[in-house]
């Protein structure tokens, strides 16, 4: 195996590596020993041939991936599960699956035993190319997103690109949509090579493991900087502040990096409004965006509720809404804005003009719970 298939992520926890590997199952197949396995129980089914003879059923807990298992309560249950399991300080536990199973994985493992060392197979785009590099874990609190969590990363990340094959193509545009926004917070040329051959992605996702390496060197790079979000990593909260409120008032039924990629968008039309991009970088970059959105139904949207959502973001202060807006691809920066009527009209006239930023619960399919195809 060359160093190319390699990264080392710097932590202050720990320095953790990144490994891309043709068969998981020989990776997975060392770990038994003195591993504890969560697995999403949609990956378990979809490859119960590899899976049945290497994991433990004794020390291997199931787990139904929706963000609603994203909870203080459930990972107690789980923490019980482990105890009665005689999970003990020098075990390690392994997640499989995508970034529910990471966040509840990884959540658990900080708090136990006030720390067990754990690793990770993600098994979705999404997961692989943003969310298992960073050390956070994120919990759900009510129906607001991710307002818990802990920084702790795993001992060691392993990349298997064929899990992308039983991936249906709204769980790969979500994971485009992550490294389209890693392309424009840095500003990387990669972003013409990735939406010109968009449709050829969706149907052999295997091309895109150089893009999913791309994404991940940009996110290393600020995460060595910044690992605990203060300073530069504030700047990956591109779309992600109007996205995640997108996910709760659409009851999650948006993928995360579709809402995300609608969240740049809105995000970009903000800045324009207030002066920061032109309207032509605006409208190009709107193109590109809109490749990647989800049906949508300006019937759905309920403004009030999705303004809601945004005030109770994490990242608030006081009665600002902190976000990053953006003169351009590789130029953003973190502002705080007025939660008041001047940016509910900006919103408003968005949602006339470019679509609202919420599907129609009626007629959206909720994801299933890995992500990946049955």
């Known amino acids: 195996m060359s160093t190319s298939d390699r990264l080392v992520i710097r932590s202050r926890f720990r320095d953790y590596e990144v490994t891309f590997v043709e068969?998981?199952?020989?990776i997975l197949a060392s770990r038994t020993e003195h591993?504890?396995?969560i697995v999403d129980k949609v990956v378990m089914e979809l490859y119960r041939p590899r899976l049945q003879s290497l994991l433990p059923a004794g020390r291997t807990l199931l787990v139904e991936a929706t963000e609603r298992q994203k909870t203080l309560e459930h990972c107690q249950g789980l923490i019980g599960t482990l105890i009665e399991s005689n999970i003990r300080k020098h075990h390690r536990l392994v997640a499989l699956g995508g970034g529910v199973i990471q966040d509840i994985t990884a959540f658990i493992a900080s708090i136990l035993f006030r720390g067990v060392q754990w690793s990770f197979f993600p098994t979705t785009l999404l997961a692989q190319a943003d969310s298992c590099v960073g050390s956070k874990s994120s919990l759900n609190l009510g129906k607001y997103k991710n307002l818990l969590g802990t920084f702790y990363p795993p001992s060691q990340i392993w990349i298997d690109v064929g899990f992308l094959q039983t991936l249906p193509a709204d769980e790969i545009k979500s994971g485009?949509?992550?490294?389209?926004?890693?392309?424009?917070v840095d500003g990387n040329e990669r972003i013409s090579s990735l939406m010109d051959n968009y449709d050829e992605h969706l149907k052999n996702p295997r091309g895109l493991h150089e893009h999913i390496r791309t994404a991940l060197e940009i996110k290393k790079k600020t995460v060595e900087l910044d690992e605990f979000d203060q300073h530069q990593r504030n700047l990956f909260n591109y779309g992600h502040t109007?996205?995640?409120a997108i996910e709760t008032v659409s009851g999650y039924r948006i993928r995360h990096g579709q809402?995300?990629?609608m969240g740049m968008d809105i995000a970009n039309y903000v800045s324009c409004e207030r002066g920061y991009l032109p309207k032509a970088t605006f409208v190009a970059l709107h193109q590109i965006l809109a490749k990647n959105m989800p049906v949508l139904s300006l019937d759905s949207i309920c403004l009030d509720d999705y303004f809601t959502a945004l005030s109770k973001d994490k990242k608030n202060v006081s009665s600002h809404l902190t976000c990053i807006l953006t003169s351009g691809p590789g130029s953003m920066k973190k502002a705080e804005i007025p939660l008041d009527d001047d940016l509910k009209d900006i919103l408003s006239a968005y949602i006339r003009t470019y679509g609202a930023p919420c599907v129609s619960v009626a007629t959206a399919s909720a994801p299933s719970a890995s992500g990946h195809g049955q």
């Open 259 to 261: 809402a995300v990629t």
């Open 176 to 184: 485009i949509g992550e490294i389209l926004h890693f392309y424009l």
């Open 242 to 244: 109007f996205g995640h």
């Open 23 to 26: 068969d998981f199952s020989t």
């Open 35 to 37: 591993g504890f396995f």
